[in-house]
């Protein structure tokens, strides 16, 4: 069985669509922050479908783009090559391949061009938030000067 996505409102709540006759419910869904849901739902027309609540604050976009990341504020050359897997307004998570020593907290550079018509290339300063094995989460440290061309870019 799918399973459909719904991205949570900043007031906790959650819309969701039945697939088979396609009432649109608003549900609570604020006890369920912190921790990653999928809920198990039954229409009023009898048909379940389970619903992966998402809690992020903003789109985020897939992609599969190479660029480079340099650690900042690390004595000697800390840094490599990644892979970009997605964007958002806030962040962008990425993949490094072998051994790295990269640890939540420290500020990096990163570096890589859209896979847009222009190719646009862009340089942001960013603070790692999560380190899996070798994927990255990172939170971009000025927001608020993202720019046009990357806000286009996450046009759904």
Same mark, same amino acid.
């Not at 006759?21 to 809920?39: D, E």
């Given at each position: 069985? #799918?399973?459909?996505?719904?991205?949570?409102?900043?007031? !906790?709540?959650?819309?969701?669509?039945?697939?088979?006759?396609?009432?649109?419910?608003?549900?609570?869904?604020?006890?369920?922050?912190?921790? &990653? *849901?999928?809920?198990?739902?039954?229409?009023?027309?009898?048909?379940?479908?389970?619903?992966?609540? !998402?809690?992020?604050?903003?789109?985020? #976009?897939?992609?599969?783009?190479?660029?480079?990341?340099?650690?900042?504020?690390?004595?000697?050359?800390?840094?490599?090559?990644?892979?970009? *897997?997605?964007?958002?307004?806030?962040?962008?998570?990425?993949?490094?391949?072998?051994?790295?020593?990269?640890?939540?907290?420290?500020?990096?550079?990163?570096?890589? &061009?859209?896979? !847009?018509?222009?190719?646009?290339?862009?340089?942001?300063?960013?603070?790692?938030?999560?380190?899996?094995?070798? #994927?990255?989460?990172?939170?971009?440290?000025?927001?608020?000067?993202?720019?046009? !061309?990357?806000?286009?870019?996450?046009?759904?």
């Amino acid at each position: 069985m #799918k399973v459909q996505k719904s991205f949570v409102k900043t007031n !906790d709540t959650a819309s969701i669509q039945c697939p088979a006759c396609s009432i649109v419910r608003n549900i609570p869904v604020g006890k369920f922050r912190n921790a &990653r *849901h999928t809920l198990k739902t039954r229409c009023s027309c009898k048909t379940t479908f389970y619903v992966a609540l !998402d809690f992020r604050r903003h789109f985020r #976009k897939p992609a599969n783009i190479v660029g480079v990341y340099t650690i900042i504020g690390v004595l000697g050359s800390s840094g490599g090559q990644m892979q970009v *897997h997605n964007i958002s307004r806030s962040g962008v998570g990425f993949s490094v391949s072998g051994q790295h020593n990269i640890t939540v907290g420290q500020k990096a550079l990163i570096n890589f &061009r859209l896979n !847009d018509k222009k190719h646009t290339e862009l340089t942001k300063k960013v603070i790692i938030r999560r380190v899996y094995n070798n #994927k990255i989460g990172c939170e971009f440290i000025k927001q608020n000067r993202l720019g046009k !061309d990357l806000g286009f870019f996450l046009q759904p």
